[in-house]
């Protein structure tokens, strides 16, 4: 197969995406300190990483590829496969642990029916667990995208995922 | 007018805004320092107050400053450390969210002291909230005309960058750090070579916590003899306390260092909560080792908690009560430095996760007697044989369960079964 008949793919960043980008590119001695952040803007804007945006951003960077995969999949926060539109994260640390986050998650499965790991059917909800947040003053608490939900008990967490489109 | 806070405004107070900060006198200190007082003045400053890292290693901060080679006319860095990630810990988030401007005005005078070019911030990705107003808190400071373009006189340039970190705890780690802004994987470097000898993109760099950098301007400002008139002798100070678990005012609190545990957890926190008795405390974040009940007599301080045989660390003080299962709690922590483990060393890869796999098992009522002195041996070879302290923290913190409350080890091995089914749930 010729590389005249292969199809013409259109590039997966957004244009905001390349020039939010390429602003973080002058901060650093090496265009490749930028990978950190030129991640968050990419899985801001499509809700996780495909391989073709590493494809793109290790372009950007002047990089290669697989220096862009084996970041993303060293970090927790970045995710290189789709999840939930409301990607539901709880604190499983001690602190959190003591003051009942294990109850939360098991509310939370039984009442979307997945479990820890997985995504509703329709793709609306997807729980995961992560480590300390940083919240243990107001613990427990879920992370959703931007903003921590803390203080949580069952029925806040009702009140929030009932107000989730 | 309202002094200029110690580390944080007062409670309710959000000094984030520049016009807000500049109010109270906000960054007279770091201009009055780069006019009147020659950068080594600004360094024998905090080398004589005594101000040790806030980050949780306690390393004489002014000492650290001094290793610094002299400027060769090129790039030479802070690394900030904002990754706040040790379990417990959530005090460099107050000063984040609520006087960011006192960072970077304690950026200023450390990059000016130590003849740096640029500030690397490294926060922590989950952040987001903090990252947002700590990114306005550098954008407005620009504008402003306070940090950029010859700031510190002519041809001397200092610039702020903020990277996000993504949720590896390995990146509070000094090189893991630095790994991580230069856009790879955070796997800790061997030292030496040191950050001031080859740091960020192999240039002289000295890394400093959020809360350390924080008290440059006070101890500027207010001078040595106000900073050693508070804390203890070998520990100066104030620092912002973290307390949390069952106690029935978890938060924090930014006290002289020394206060006992006690004071912290009756006094100030209110007791534990629903009228129950206390049983155990961490008093320095997860790598710090338990303490049992009767020891909360002990002061908060680095030299006070070794003799107890654990560690100031983060100040992050994690209060368990009677109906804590001691077993879950350690399952909790070693579950974390499992996951956190970035790999590159043997005994941490696969000591995390054996140590684990051993706890899981006996909390769950399938241990067996030579379990225990597998741990024992685990926590001896996790211990100083790693290229960072991960494996050191891991060490620790198992190791302290399982001699504060080996008993409980014991009857799950024997009863088969958590003899505390009321616990909490890991």
């Given at each position: 197969?010729?590389?005249?008949?292969?199809?013409?793919?259109?590039?997966?960043?957004?244009?905001?995406?390349?020039?939010?980008?390429?602003?973080?590119?002058?901060?650093?001695?090496?265009?490749?300190?930028?990978?950190?952040?030129?991640?968050?803007?990419?899985?801001?804007?499509?809700?996780?990483?495909?391989?073709?945006?590493?494809?793109?951003?290790?372009?950007?960077?002047?990089?290669?590829?697989?220096?862009?995969?084996?970041?993303?999949?060293?970090?927790?926060?970045?995710?290189?496969?789709?999840?939930?539109?409301?990607?539901?994260?709880?604190?499983?640390?001690?602190?959190?642990?003591?003051?009942?986050?294990?109850?939360l998650?098991?509310h939370c499965?039984?009442?979307?029916?997945?479990?820890?790991?997985?995504?509703?059917?329709?793709?609306?909800?997807?729980?995961?667990?992560?480590?300390?947040?940083?919240?243990?003053?107001?613990?427990?608490?879920l992370?959703?995208?931007?903003?921590?939900h803390?203080?949580l008990t069952v029925e806040k967490l009702d009140l929030l995922l009932?107000?989730?489109? | 007018?309202?002094?200029?806070?110690?580390?944080?405004?007062?409670?309710?107070?959000?000094?984030?805004?520049?016009?807000?900060?500049?109010?109270?006198?906000?960054?007279?200190?770091?201009?009055?320092?780069?006019?009147?007082?020659?950068?080594?003045?600004?360094?024998?400053?905090?080398?004589?107050?005594?101000?040790?890292?806030?980050?949780?290693?306690?390393?004489?901060?002014?000492?650290?400053?001094?290793?610094?080679?002299?400027?060769?006319?090129?790039?030479?860095?802070?690394?900030?450390?904002?990754?706040?990630?040790?379990?417990?810990?959530?005090?460099?988030?107050?000063?984040?969210?609520?006087?960011?401007?006192?960072?970077?005005?304690?950026?200023?005078?450390?990059?000016?002291?130590?003849?740096?070019?640029?500030?690397?911030?490294?926060?922590?990705?989950?952040?987001?909230?903090?990252?947002?107003?700590?990114?306005?808190?550098?954008?407005?400071?620009?504008?402003?005309?306070?940090?950029?373009?010859?700031?510190?006189?002519?041809?001397?340039?200092?610039?702020?960058?903020?990277?996000?970190?993504?949720?590896?705890?390995?990146?509070?780690?000094?090189?893991?750090?630095?790994?991580?802004?230069?856009?790879?994987?955070?796997?800790?470097?061997?030292?030496?070579?040191?950050?001031?000898?080859?740091?960020?993109?192999?240039?002289?760099?000295?890394?400093?916590?959020?809360?350390?950098?924080?008290?440059?301007?006070?101890?500027?400002?207010?001078?040595?003899?106000?900073?050693?008139?508070?804390?203890?002798?070998?520990?100066?100070?104030?620092?912002?306390?973290?307390?949390?678990?069952?106690?029935?005012?978890?938060?924090?609190?930014?006290?002289?260092?020394?206060?006992?545990?006690?004071?912290?957890?009756?006094?100030?926190?209110?007791?534990?909560?629903?009228?129950?008795?206390?049983?155990?405390?961490?008093?320095?974040?997860?790598?710090?080792?338990?303490?049992?009940?009767?020891?909360?007599?002990?002061?908060?301080?680095?030299?006070?908690?070794?003799?107890?045989?654990?560690?100031?660390?983060?100040?992050?003080?994690?209060?368990?009560?009677?109906?804590?299962?001691?077993?879950?709690?350690?399952?909790?922590?070693?579950?974390?430095?499992?996951?956190?483990?970035?790999?590159?060393?043997?005994?941490?890869?696969?000591?995390?996760?054996?140590?684990?796999?051993?706890?899981?098992?006996?909390?769950?009522?399938?241990?067996?007697?030579?379990?225990?002195?597998?741990?024992?041996?685990?926590?001896?070879?996790?211990?100083?044989?790693?290229?960072?302290?991960?494996?050191?923290?891991?060490?620790?913190?198992?190791?302290?369960?399982?001699?504060?409350?080996?008993?409980?080890?014991?009857?799950?091995?024997?009863?088969?079964?958590?003899?505390?089914?009321?616990?909490?749930?890991?």
């Amino acid at each position: 197969m010729s590389a005249a008949s292969l199809p013409e793919t259109a590039p997966i960043l957004p244009a905001e995406v390349v020039a939010k980008i390429e602003a973080e590119l002058p901060n650093y001695p090496v265009k490749k300190g930028a990978m950190m952040n030129s991640l968050h803007h990419v899985q801001q804007a499509l809700g996780w990483i495909p391989r073709e945006a590493m494809v793109e951003v290790a372009a950007l960077l002047e990089v290669r590829p697989i220096e862009v995969l084996e970041v993303v999949t060293f970090y927790p926060m970045f995710r290189d496969k789709p999840v939930g539109r409301h990607h539901l994260e709880f604190c499983r640390n001690l602190s959190c642990a003591l003051l009942g986050a294990r109850q939360l998650v098991r509310h939370c499965e039984t009442k979307l029916g997945i479990r820890s790991g997985e995504t509703t059917p329709d793709g609306k909800f997807s729980i995961a667990e992560a480590e300390c947040l940083g919240s243990c003053g107001s613990a427990p608490m879920l992370m959703l995208e931007d903003h921590f939900h803390e203080n949580l008990t069952v029925e806040k967490l009702d009140l929030l995922l009932d107000s989730l489109d | 007018m309202p002094a200029m806070p110690w580390l944080l405004p007062e409670d309710g107070v959000d000094l984030s805004m520049l016009a807000d900060y500049q109010a109270r006198g906000g960054y007279e200190t770091a201009r009055a320092a780069i006019r009147d007082k020659k950068p080594e003045e600004v360094t024998a400053i905090v080398k004589d107050s005594g101000l040790r890292g806030r980050g949780g290693a306690g390393f004489p901060t002014g000492l650290k400053w001094t290793f610094m080679p002299p400027p060769d006319g090129k790039a030479r860095y802070i690394a900030c450390n904002a990754d706040e990630s040790e379990p417990g810990t959530f005090k460099d988030r107050q000063i984040l969210e609520r006087n960011p401007h006192q960072l970077v005005e304690g950026l200023m005078l450390m990059g000016y002291a130590i003849h740096a070019t640029a500030a690397h911030i490294y926060i922590r990705g989950e952040f987001a909230q903090p990252f947002y107003r700590l990114r306005r808190a550098v954008d407005d400071a620009y504008a402003a005309g306070l940090i950029g373009k010859g700031v510190f006189g002519e041809g001397r340039d200092f610039d702020i960058v903020i990277t996000r970190g993504a949720g590896a705890y390995i990146c509070g780690e000094e090189t893991g750090l630095m790994e991580s802004v230069e856009g790879k994987k955070g796997q800790p470097r061997k030292k030496p070579p040191f950050p001031a000898q080859a740091g960020l993109w192999a240039r002289p760099t000295t890394v400093n916590n959020v809360e350390t950098v924080a008290h440059v301007p006070f101890i500027v400002r207010e001078g040595v003899a106000a900073f050693r008139a508070v804390g203890t002798e070998k520990c100066p100070g104030k620092t912002i306390y973290g307390i949390s678990g069952h106690v029935v005012r978890p938060g924090t609190y930014e006290l002289p260092i020394g206060v006992t545990l006690r004071e912290l957890i009756y006094q100030y926190a209110g007791g534990i909560r629903n009228g129950r008795a206390l049983k155990a405390v961490i008093p320095g974040g997860s790598s710090a080792p338990v303490l049992a009940a009767d020891k909360i007599d002990v002061k908060a301080d680095p030299e006070s908690l070794r003799e107890v045989k654990s560690v100031l660390g983060t100040g992050a003080v994690i209060v368990m009560d009677e109906t804590t299962c001691m077993v879950r709690a350690a399952l909790t922590v070693s579950r974390f430095y499992r996951h956190e483990s970035c790999g590159q060393c043997t005994q941490c890869r696969e000591g995390t996760g054996w140590s684990d796999r051993i706890i899981k098992r006996i909390e769950a009522g399938e241990g067996v007697p030579e379990d225990l002195a597998v741990l024992d041996d685990l926590v001896r070879a996790l211990d100083g044989q790693t290229i960072c302290a991960l494996a050191d923290a891991a060490s620790w913190a198992a190791g302290g369960f399982l001699r504060v409350f080996r008993d409980e080890f014991v009857r799950h091995i024997e009863e088969k079964r958590c003899p505390l089914p009321e616990s909490f749930e890991p």
